[in-house]
């Protein structure tokens, strides 16, 4: 069709016209996809936020506790109600540490490795410590058997009945505090950790004797052999987060504003590796009875710690990313994520403990 220079401007602002609300249509589906609307119907997190069970739930834990039982009752609204298929008998004694390990089910390498190293239980004859590793379950039942066998060979293995995945975590994070808080009540500090992670349990064992100071504590020579001190009694501590949810729908970690209507998180330790005290253990156990579960381990541990009134602890020396290693670099780390790497793992622990840093 021939178009004089007269009817030429014409002809293409029709076209425009029609294809523009195709166009107006996938923008609005990418903002809605990208989370962009979502934001504008976020409540303030600061002014309205409230997570179920919708009361002072430290009154329901006194009630359960038995300590003041004329307070308020409550309902259990999150009952752990998995069998304990395998369990150990590991604190049979009173220890400094108990150090649970979330470790998916394949990861045998994983684990002999940790064993040989930062979860090396005669580490410390003065500060005894015991280590247990955290697991789901398969419906493989090879893999089982596997499992069992290792349990029979080094008896440190907790296996609850949820199937073993991603999207199951807050399920291994709430098995670890049931476990250690019903079978474990004898330790000082609990310790928890993913398996791809590097660990010192020696710098570790320096940042509780004073967590404020840590590491000047270390430079300046402040000592306490005979126990660790205790600073705090709801200490929960760890790389913190303030940070906001994601609303784009392409991520992974995409919440929606039915799971949660607010602007930003509590804040929360991230998942990797963090410590509570023994008080701080307990009462995260009987505050999840009254907290609506959520999906993201992390996210649900700061849930409890908002409602408990605990503020978590930033500690910069554990990394939630990989550390660039040095010898000197790592001289006052306490954990580093990324070590998928078994043998790396062991080469870094060994080198770091002929220095006198793990």
Not at 51 to 71: A, M, S, V, W
Not at 81 to 88: A, G, M, P, R, V
Not at 115 to 123: A, D, M, S, V
Not at 170 to 175: H, I, S, V
Request: hydrophobic residues 35%; contains cysteine; proline residues 3%.
């Amino acid at each position: 069709m021939y178009l004089s220079d007269m009817t030429r401007p014409i002809y293409y602002l029709i076209q425009i016209k029609k294809y523009l609300k195709y166009i107006f249509i996938i923008v609005l589906w990418l903002m809605y996809y990208f989370g962009i609307f979502t934001h504008f119907f976020e409540l303030d997190y600061y002014k309205h936020f409230s997570y179920p069970l919708e009361t002072d739930i430290t009154k329901c834990i006194l009630n359960l506790k038995g300590i003041l039982p004329d307070q308020l009752s409550c309902e259990i609204i999150n009952p752990y109600d998995f069998n304990l298929l395998l369990t150990t008998n590991k604190c049979d004694q009173n220890i400094q540490l108990l150090i649970l390990v979330k470790s998916a089910l394949n990861n045998f390498e994983k684990r002999a490795s940790i064993r040989k190293t930062w979860g090396f239980e005669n580490r410390f004859s003065d500060k005894p410590t015991r280590t247990i590793f955290i697991l789901g379950t398969t419906y493989e039942l090879n893999l089982q058997k596997l499992i069992q066998i290792e349990h029979e060979n080094y008896g440190d293995i907790v296996q609850y009945s949820f199937v073993d995945n991603y999207y199951n975590n807050t399920l291994k994070t709430l098995g670890a505090i049931t476990w250690a808080s019903t079978y474990c009540r004898n330790s000082s500090y609990y310790f928890f950790s993913d398996d791809d992670m590097y660990v010192s349990i020696k710098n570790l064992f320096q940042y509780l004797q004073n967590p404020f100071e840590y590491p000047n504590n270390i430079i300046n020579e402040v000592k306490n052999s005979q126990s660790i001190q205790k600073i705090s009694e709801t200490l929960f501590s760890g790389y913190v987060f303030n940070s906001s949810p994601l609303r784009h729908q392409i991520s992974k970690w995409y919440v929606s504003l039915f799971e949660y209507p607010y602007h930003m998180w509590p804040p929360y330790v991230t998942a990797g590796a963090y410590v509570m005290s023994h008080t701080a253990l307990i009462d995260f156990h009987y505050a999840s009875f009254f907290t609506k579960r959520f999906r993201f381990d992390d996210i649900y541990l700061g849930l409890i710690a908002k409602k408990l009134n605990i503020t978590p602890l930033h500690c910069e020396h554990i990394y939630f990313y990989k550390k660039y290693y040095s010898i000197k670099n790592y001289k006052y780390v306490i954990a580093s994520h990324g070590y998928d790497n078994s043998n790396e793992l062991l080469n870094v622990w060994l080198e770091q403990k002929s220095f006198g840093n793990a």
